[in-house]
């Protein structure tokens, strides 16, 4: 959280309250917001925010459509470079077969480590470049018109979950990874809030069919909205 005059965190004033560090510890000259606000009224306020309007419907349609033009040209950029792939993927196989043979020959093994580390690691890279070129239109299954409400529903639940003083850690992990930030700004005698969120995460959570343990088909096209959406898209912006 970060104070809207300053830019300074807003962090724990009190037992109970958050206030600007930055007018704390530096004083008016610095940051004259003095405001500060309930934990339970913020967590209160944030809570609304995310279930009623941090993926609206406009919002969604957008993200389609953005969405689809980046997958699409993404989906070309990997056809192109799939020989490529193919051809650095068999030279790499043909290097941990070779190490492996001169290791049952006798070569001292930790000769070796650094290289296979760095060749297993390059192996990966392009399994996983190929496949999404087998499968470009995985992620697109997850992203429906009606994300928005599924969004909401889902946020519901996890505001219930933190209530849940049991449940209450594992609601708080999900929904922070919602946050990209909230910035609070002094509004007259009141602070008003900014919530800036994680659109991605946001995606991941409606398209996600067990909020606790997303399956790994899930969780792998998950992966690939998040990266395709950090590559441009701007996070979703309310103020409360």
Not at 35 to 58: H, N, W
Not at 218 to 230: N, R, Y
């Amino acid at each position: 959280m970060t104070c809207g005059v300053c830019g300074a965190s807003y962090a724990k004033s009190g037992q109970h309250r958050f206030g600007c560090q930055g007018a704390a510890k530096k004083g008016p000259t610095w940051c004259d917001n003095r405001l500060t606000i309930r934990q339970d009224a913020l967590d209160a306020r944030v809570l609304k925010g995310l279930t009623t309007a941090m993926l609206r419907d406009d919002v969604v349609a957008a993200f389609l459509e953005e969405y689809a033009a980046e997958t699409h040209r993404l989906e070309e950029a990997s056809v192109s470079t799939r020989p490529e792939h193919e051809a650095e993927l068999s030279e790499v196989d043909q290097q941990i077969s070779h190490a492996k043979t001169a290791i049952l020959k006798g070569v001292d093994p930790s000769l070796f480590v650094d290289e296979l580390q760095r060749l297993g690691t390059r192996r990966t890279v392009l399994i996983e470049a190929l496949a999404a070129a087998e499968h470009p239109d995985a992620a697109e299954s997850l992203l429906r018109p009606d994300l928005g409400r599924i969004y909401c529903e889902k946020v519901t639940t996890l505001t219930s979950a933190y209530e849940d003083d049991a449940l209450r850690a594992q609601a708080f992990e999900r929904i922070r990874a919602l946050i990209e930030t909230v910035v609070l700004t002094p509004q007259g005698e009141d602070l008003a809030i900014e919530l800036r969120g994680e659109l991605a995460s946001m995606l991941e959570l409606s398209a996600s069919t067990d909020m606790q343990n997303a399956s790994e088909a899930v969780a792998s096209e998950a992966l690939q909205m998040k990266l395709v959406a950090g590559t441009g898209f701007e996070p979703v912006t309310f103020r409360l």
